[in-house]
C-alpha cells in the first residue's frame, strides 16, 4: 500500500496518508476543516530491502564445500601432464 501526500489548499496544511489504491483520495482537512484537501505528486520513497536474499554474499557458495573443479577455458583438465612413454615389450 503506498503512502500518499495530501495537501489543504485553504490553510496550507500537508500530511501523508498510507491508503490502498483502490481507496478514494481524501478532502476533508484535519487542520482546517474544510474540504479543500488535494492528493499531491510526490517523488515517493525510495525501494527499501528487509530481510535476507538481497546482498551479494547471501548466493555465494562456500570455499570450504568440496565442489566441481573451476573451469579455467580448456577442455583438458591436467594440460601441464605428459603422456607415459610405452615400455618396448621384453623378450
Known sequence: MPTYQYQCTQCGHGLEEFQSM??????????????????VLGAGSGLIF????????DYRKSSSSPSAPKKTGTTDPTPDAKPEKKKPPSE
Open 22 to 39: 483502490t481507496e478514494p483520495p481524501l478532502t476533508h482537512c484535519p487542520e482546517c476543516g474544510t474540504e479543500n484537501l488535494v492528493r
Open 50 to 57: 528487509k530481510g535476507t536474499g538481497f546482498y551479494l554474499t
